[in-house]
C-alpha cells in the first residue's frame, strides 16, 4: 500500500508547522454539484410580431444577484473549510486543543456567543495557526499546487555540491 506524500508547511506569520496532502482539484466540482445556484426570475418580453410575449431569464435582477453572491460565498467558505479538512493531516502542535478551548472560552467571553465553527482542526488552522491573509493564501496554494523547490533550497543544493 501507497502512503500519501507529506508536505510540512509553516504558517510564515505565526511560525506554526503542519503537515499537508494534496486535495484534487475535483473536491470543487462535488461541492459545486451538491450547490446548484439559484435560478434567475423569468420576466415577460414583448417582441412585437412575430415573436410576440417571451418569458426570459433576468440575470440582471438585483435580488437574483444578490442570491448569486451569497450561494457563491457559501460555496467558496465550504470549499476552503474542506480544503483544510483534507489537506492538514496532522498538526505538530501538541497544545493546539488547548488553544482552541482558549480560544473558544475568549470568544464566548467576550461575544457572549460560542464560536459557530464546530470542528476544532478548523479553529485551530483558521483562527490560532493562521495569521494573516498571506497565509491564508500561502496554505491554500500549499494543498493545492504542486510543489517545487524554494531558490533558497536550490542555492543551497549548489553550496553543498561536492563536484
Known sequence: MTEQKLTDFTFSDTGITVKLQ?????????????????????????????????????????????LVNEHNRIVNNIYNRLLVLRGVV??????????????????????????????DKLVYILRIALGTMDDF??????????????????EAAKESFQG
Not at 475535483?26 to 461541492?31: F, P, S, V
Not at 486543543?97 to 456567543?113: A, F, H, S, W
Open 90 to 119: 496532522e498538526i505538530e502542535d501538541e497544545n493546539w486543543q488547548e488553544k482552541v478551548k482558549e480560544y473558544r472560552k475568549l470568544i464566548k467571553e467576550e461575544t457572549g456567543n460560542d464560536v459557530v465553527e464546530k470542528s
Open 22 to 66: 494534496k486535495v484534487s482539484p475535483y473536491l470543487a466540482n462535488d461541492i459545486a454539484d451538491s450547490n446548484p445556484p439559484p435560478e434567475p426570475p423569468l420576466v415577460e418580453a414583448d417582441y412585437g410580431k412575430p415573436r410576440g410575449v417571451v418569458k426570459e431569464k433576468n440575470y440582471q435582477d438585483p435580488e437574483y444577484i444578490k
Open 137 to 154: 493564501h500561502d496554505l491554500m496554494k500549499a494543498i493545492t499546487r504542486r510543489s517545487y523547490p524554494t531558490a533558497e533550497a536550490v
